[in-house]
């Protein structure tokens, strides 16, 4: 792992121009060479747009032209969205050039196997590559690895899966609440009961769609994969597992008890919602930024171990489309978002002066309220660790992150993945029973006897069983020879 310092460093030095690309895509077809028009790349986001989009734009635009000769045309996809549209997006050919994929949106694993996202080795082994593979943790770069190749620009953070309760500060002080005890689903139960007959304006658990609770399992393919406990490493259906059942029948209680939003299937983030707990994907210091997100205080418990899984190897991704007609430009943008320190800050903070101001080199102060105008997923814009720290923040923070990736608990699949060619109908049919189940499943809003048994079996009806079949061949394979 490259020292802070030194990818600090790394930050300050200009990328140079696309002609250095040689034997790189030199199909790609670029504009924008010194001299010429600027290439505009058009990038596919996550998250909701916010309303200073333009204003940010405008600046990274005029740096980018000085620096690469390309603009940026940033397109976001609501989180409860994003699957189906970049699908459409991908399905349709439609020439774009950047976007964001993981493990959880976007499907990096299908969608870099069936051709949608152009292999990027040659790029990163070339002497102008040389300088973004350095930056970002080896162990991202292995979990991007799909058969021999990579596909995607991992955006360096939190490499394990922290699931976390967030905690209105005002409630848990309120009532005295012993937050940092509170850990299982169940253990919520008495503290909802007291915010539900007392705060009458609040919801006590706020959950959106594409809420899940899966803290136990590690989802190979969803919702296909192994508990995280298991050594054996023995393949499973998540839905047909007694830990979910248990997890799912507890918030169809709390449903019913007025606990949870009406909405929960639904439900887009509206940070405007009173509410006293939801359910994030933590890290060090996360509290600050949710709090930053939420405008008041937050603060926040570990529900269970922190997990390295192949999932969250590949939780953050910026892929380039194999359909760019702008391949070299994509690659060389990437290149200076993930290492050129100005660039990463405005795409992740805004406007200095606009959104933020500097207290010292490394720390900035937000402005409110012009910094609720454009607030943005850090963790899917790029490498986290040239981004400044915020005032409250400590100057060991991506020290502390490192320490916090070293620490992780890992999964006993992790390394394995799975070739999904043989079952690629039955994937496909089961992501649509996914669709119309999961985010009315999770919320509590249906009878679980009924709806889990539905759904489990249009998923056997879609094949189901004949994944788990492959897969377990190919983990026994696997493991044998590890």
């Known amino acids: 792992m490259i020292k802070i310092k030194k990818m600090l460093a790394l930050a300050t030095c200009a990328l140079m121009a696309t002609s250095i690309f040689t034997g790189c895509a030199k199909s790609s077809g670029d504009s924008g060479s010194k001299g010429g028009a600027p290439t505009t790349l058009t990038w596919y ?101 799909i058969d021999g190749k990579i596909y995607g620009v991992p955006n360096q953070k939190e490499l394990g899966v922290a699931p976390m309760w967030v905690f209105t500060k005002e409630y848990v002080d309120k009532y005295n609440i012993p ?16 915010i539900k007959e007392n705060e009458p304006d609040v919801t006590p658990l ?38 979910m059942k248990k997890s799912l029948e507890t918030l169809r209680r709390y449903y019913k008890a007025g606990y949870i939003n009406a909405d929960a299937a639904t439900a887009q983030d509206d940070k405007a919602v009173k509410r006293f707990v939801s359910k994030g994907d933590g890290q060090p210091y996360a509290d600050t ?50 290492t050129d320190e100005y660039l990463r800050n405005l795409i992740n903070y805004g406007v200095e002066g606009v959104h933020y101001e500097k207290v010292d080199s490394e720390h900035i102060k937000i402005l409110n309220p012009d910094q609720k105008n454009y607030d943005v997923p850090y963790f899917s814009l790029g490498n986290l660790f040239i981004t400044y720290k915020l005032e409250n ?42 669709e119309e189940f999961k985010a009315t499943i999770y919320s ?13 079996s249009k998923l056997k009806e879609q094949g189901i069983d004949k994944v788990i079949a492959e897969m377990q061949k190919q983990v026994d394979a696997w493991k044998a020879n590890k």
């Open 179 to 194: 937050y940092q005890d509170i850990h299982s689903l169940e253990d919520l139960e008495p503290w909802l009961k007291v």
């Open 393 to 434: 923040e400590p100057d060991t923070k991506w020290d502390d992150f490192q320490d916090f990736n070293n620490k992780a608990k890992v999964s006993p699949a992790l390394g394995f993945k799975f070739d999904s060619s043989s079952v690629s109908t039955e994937i496909a049919a089961i992501n649509n029973v996914l």
């Open 45 to 145: 986001a996550i998250g909701e747009e916010p309303k200073d989009l333009d204003k940010v734009l405008a600046e990274a635009n005029k740096y980018l032209e000085e620096k690469i000769n390309a603009n940026i045309d940033m397109k976001f996809i609501g989180f409860g969205d994003y699957n189906q549209k970049m699908s459409v997006i991908i399905n349709s050919g439609e020439d774009y050039d950047l976007a964001f994929t993981c493990s959880w949106a976007g499907d990096y694993l299908g969608n870099s196997r069936k051709g949608a996202f152009l292999a990027l080795d040659d790029y990163l082994n070339s002497d102008a590559g040389k300088e973004l593979k350095d930056t970002v943790d080896p162990r991202f770069w292995e979990g991007a690895t």
């Open 289 to 338: 930024l949710w709090s930053k997100s939420l405008n008041y205080p937050v603060v926040s418990s570990p529900i269970d171990d922190t997990v390295i899984t192949n999932g969250s190897t590949t939780g953050s991704l910026i892929a380039v489309s194999s359909n760019s007609k702008n391949k070299d430009k994509a690659f060389e943008f990437l290149s200076l978002l993930n």
């Open 444 to 456: 509590g809003s249906v009878d679980i006897d009924e709806y889990l048994g539905k759904l489990n």
């Open 206 to 243: 706020y959950i959106t769609k594409g809420f899940s609770y899966t803290v136990f399992f590690d989802q190979l393919v969803d919702p296909v994969g192994v508990e995280i406990n298991d050594d054996s490493l023995t393949i499973k259906n998540m839905f047909e597992t007694n830990e």
